[in-house]
């Protein structure tokens, strides 16, 4: 019988030499690892392509991480075959079976943990916390998952009837596509691959083309604990052609997609067409991003309030769907909370993430740092610039750097206050009352996360009700879901509000069945 579960937490305090010197020795290690080159696997073969793509450190464009083999669209074909050829067997397991491959996947991982975090410092440009507590989420997926796992295969009570037997299970739906971001290039890569595989379904596991040497550690570390071959099938490669041929398969019964609300609605419409010889409507679960809001009223803290903001806004470089967007603050002491952030935002440390202390990184790629300055330039037209907005750097030898950024006296339906960026630039907003700034947080497409400050119990109890995310934080910041304690998922653009780390999530990798004998 497995123990209760419990959270990979608190995280580790670097300040203490032991901790500190754990990571440092890490990184020296995974550094000496670099430029190797990293194969398919497909049905537990390695296969090498041609076609190869270099994934670069962020923060240093001079450090090749790996190399990986790129697969061609004929390769998802063979990668399905040989999961549905692996599905009978891993199915017809008991769950207990199964789970106890995770359970003891997430042992190895847990020894490991130094080392999974200095690949995402690395891969990333992650800092030391935030690459840990990527590393510690994912073994806290294996672990809840693999519990929930086992409590959904028992029979689930039905109303009696004399006379008659009846029991409902859930089954599992067959094989399915995992499309993950770079951004928790392990967690939710670890989250939605255990999910869809504990629950006895086989997996074409899609990394992010930028973050492919950090799902072939993970597809390793399966490997070693002796998954049997082609439950999970490694495919790295091109969205527009692995994911492409892999959203619109006919043997495919489910797509499991992280990342922007561009590419999941493009998903969502191209894995609703219903294939020649496809006897199935395929599922679609989906997590696509925020516009996320702190609202704070004229009755709360500041002090707490600015470094709440600071952490939300710019930790990772504010490439967190979760990651607070738009401050929205009364008017009343919306000047001097602004002040606040702003002299915490000029602490920041921004370069190497391999070194102790620096806080920011580089942003992931060239694209993102161009998008991010694009909407930068934008803000200018739109805002008053009131810090950062700078770019000192040079890309070409050091890194996607970009400085934390925040304008004031954002207009509410601006691009600036309406799109999502996905980098470290946040949008002060002025609200003339609560009632007010709640009209603003509820102004956008999206509904992921949100986060009030208040004193006033009145207010609280409104935001419960009427501030419209799937995870809303009261007094405290607005990124940093943990698993089981807080599932995570949004409403309207953010998503299919799945809850990934809830009790819920492993019915969208499953199917209900009644069986009634009369006797």
Known sequence: MLTPFKNEFPFPNFAEERSRSRMEEALTSVTAQTGHTYSLVIGGRHIETVQRSQSRNPSRLDQVIGIA??????MVDAAVQAAQDAFPAWSHLSTEERARYFVSAAAKMRRRIYSFAAWMVLEAGKNWTEAYADAAEAIDFMEYYAREAIRLQRSHPTIAMTGEENDFFYLPLGVGAVIAPWNFPLAILVGMTTAAAVTGNT?????????PVIAAKFMELLEYVG????VVNYLPGDGEVVGEALTAHPQVRFVAFTGSREVGVHI???AAVVQPGQKFLRRCILEMGGKDAIVVDENTPLDLVAAEVVASAFGFQGQKCSACSRLIAHTDIYDELLQKVIELGRKIKIGDPAQYGVYMGGVIDAAAHKKILNYVALGRAEAKLVMGGVDTEDQETHGYFVHPTIFSEVDPQSRLAQEEIFGPVLSAIRAESFEH????????DYGLTGALFSSSRAHLEYARREFHVGNLYLNRKCTGALVGVQPFGGFNMSGTDSKAGGPDYLLQFMQGKIVCERW
């Open 268 to 270: 969502y419409a191209r």
């Open 69 to 74: 083999c790129e697969s061609p669209a004929e």
């Open 227 to 230: 998954l049997p071959p082609g």
């Open 203 to 211: 997996v074409i596991m899609k990394p992010a083309e930028q973050t």
């Open 437 to 444: 700034a709640m009209e603003i947080a509820n102004g956008t």
